[in-house]
């Protein structure tokens, strides 16, 4: 029997014996420390294979996460968290490891650094991020002294910490990839700095910088260093300087630009397609330079093209968005931002009220920074007002061809509705162009023996309903937008439908042409 020892208050040691617990405790901790190795080597092999199998540092963020496998990933993850309990040289638990580094942490300046070599034995180059962050940097040009000044004084890695300890609320150690709690940690540290965040694709070519083997989770600390080199590389991204037009900008010197106000008051509008053309602000737009770019919404609005080059010719434009500004304008600071969404929100404002389809947010950008100084992402009234007006110069300005025009039936608009109609008219209609779902069902309705006349009848009598119904929501206000040279989004659906008729029409006849010809080929050789 193996002798007792008594320590302390009440603690029981045994020394070792040949059937002792203590040494039934020793070789079970050695089986546990066995297993996990066997554990970690299992995982090394399965991410040699998924490395091996195309998980490349420039490929996809999530293709290098699903390269894995869901077996990979577990036991990737497996490992790492038996790798964490003791990865450090002093056997410290990661989040402990990660607390003392920030509670000791002397940041190096921002200025002067282009580089910086991180614990983990990351060594990130920010200027090797220059144009991947140039849109992030943009940005957050009026907040780069805030930046600047959170990383130095410290305050980004204890915030840091202190967003990555809700993430990490088991005190794992470490995020994962692959889940997206890794670039949720990172651009909720962003957001609550006052940052705009970069986006996922962005996140990860830093990343990979901290990941060279590609595991798909980070330790805690590496966590906050991937924060700080993202930020640091934001920082090294500065906005190109703009390129001077000496010949159309106005002379150095110039008193300052007028109000919105004062400058509608004497607005005269150069015509469209007039080549350049300078702005109150000092910005100068070439039209042609956005005509590949904004083509799919010119397209989309090719019905108004007419009303809106009038609309921007006589200053109708204009007011209307001097009104909409105001409106948009809801906290009196007499501007709007771009990163808040306040100027994106404004355009697509006034693409709404004139009944267009507005531009979406990539195609918007590259005009606003004509307009952006790049210390600020905001622009004033009249700065709103000028970009408004490129925007639709910009779309309304490319020459579409003249589109192909088809077959109307005038003869199926003088036709009485049949009962069938009289029942349809009273079930919701759709205010939207017609759909490819649409032409299905009539198409549909042709091939179970309806008549195509009788198809016709509903088709017209629906977009006849359909008119009158949003002729009598449309507001009064509205009505200044020249009616008489466009068609509401009704007027095109009739005219669709019409379209579609025809062609239905057309389609059956031939079917009809055909079946009457394969059946006199029967006859005739049943005849011989």
Known sequence: MAARKEHGAGHVSEQPGPCSQAA??????????????????????????????????????RRAASCLGATGVASCSASFEAEAAGSSSSGQHPMVLAE??????????????????????????????????APVSVANAAQRGKAVQAIESGDLMRLALWTYQTFDSERRGYLAWGQGTLRDFVEAVFRQSGLAPPDEGQIY????????????????????????????????????????EPALRAPAGRAPPPSAEQWLAGYRAPPIGGGAVAYPTGAVIHVEEFEDLLLPVAMANAARQAVMIKALESGDLLRLALQAFRVSDWDLQGSLDWCSGGIQDFVVTIFNQWGLNPPDEVQMHPLFMKFCDGQSTSL????????????????????LPAPRRRQSLPALQDRAPSRECSARTSKPRRASGLSSEDSTHWRRRASHGVPPVAVAEVAVEEADVEMEEQEALEPVEDSFIYPEQSLSPAELRRANLEAQIAELIEAQQQLQQMQTKALQQQQQQQQQ
């Not at 405790?25 to 090394?44: F, H, T």
Request: charged content about 15%.
């Open 380 to 399: 004033d009234a009249l700065g709103c007002l000028c970009l408004v007006d490129a925007v639709f110069r910009a779309v309304f300005a490319i020459e």
């Open 24 to 61: 039934i405790e020793a070789a079970v901790r050695a089986a546990a420390v066995d297993a996990a190795r066997a554990v970690s080597a299992e995982a090394s092999i399965s991410r040699t294979s998924a490395t091996t199998h195309g998980a490349s540092a420039t490929g996809s963020p």
């Open 100 to 133: 003392q580094w920030v509670a000791s942490y002397v940041a190096p300046p921002t200025s002067g650094m282009s580089s910086i070599a991180y614990p983990s034995g990351a060594c990130v180059v920010f200027t090797d991020f220059a144009a991947l962050l």
């Open 205 to 244: 070519q830093v990343y990979t910088r901290f990941d060279r083997a590609r595991r798909m989770v980070l330790e805690a600390r590496d966590c906050l260093c991937l924060v700080d080199a993202l930020l640091r590389s934001v920082l090294a991204a500065e906005p190109p300087p703009r390129s001077p």
